[in-house]
């Protein structure tokens, strides 16, 4: 089998398993070994070929690393984008002793935490963010 054909079904091996597996990192190595396979189309020897895979696959993963570290920096309360239940108004009938509350919340009981810590009574209460499945809440 040819050299580039061998790195066309590494490139591709990569490409199914980041989509069974989500991890988008997979898909920047296989752009890396897919510039392998072009290497090898150009007539550059195995060397040359790890080279350009290893360049451009690890350029592309420390590249989707600075991108993907800046785009999402903003904590998940101050971007309602996404955390679209934040500002949502929730009632608090009674909290329990352990802090959380049962809310009712698009339809089913939500178990909420205080965003203190400490709840502040009961009452109409915001959804400040979502941690998990809980809701964390402060008072209105």
């Known amino acids: 089998m040819a050299d580039a054909s061998t790195w066309w079904l590494l ?5 199914v398993v980041e989509l069974v597996t989500g991890t988008f ?7 890396g070994m897919a510039a392998g396979a072009l ?3 150009a007539g550059l020897g195995q060397s040359g070929q ?3 895979a290893a360049l451009v696959g690890g350029g592309a993963v420390v590249t989707w690393h600075f991108v993907h570290k ?3 920096a903003q904590p998940s309360d101050a971007n309602t984008n996404m955390n679209l239940d934040a500002g949502e108004i929730v009632q608090v009938d009674a909290w329990a002793e352990d802090n959380t509350a049962a809310v009712r919340y698009r339809g089913t009981v939500w178990t909420a935490v205080p965003a203190g810590g400490t709840p502040q ?5 915001k959804v400040r ?5 809980r809701l964390v809440l402060e008072k209105v």
């Open 129 to 133: 963010e979502l941690s998990g499945s």
């Open 70 to 72: 800046r785009r999402f």
């Open 50 to 52: 790890l080279l350009a």
């Open 25 to 31: 990192y997979l898909l920047m190595l296989g752009i």
């Open 39 to 41: 290497a090898a189309l």
């Open 11 to 15: 490139a591709g091996a990569a490409v």
């Open 121 to 125: 009574g009961t009452g109409l209460h």
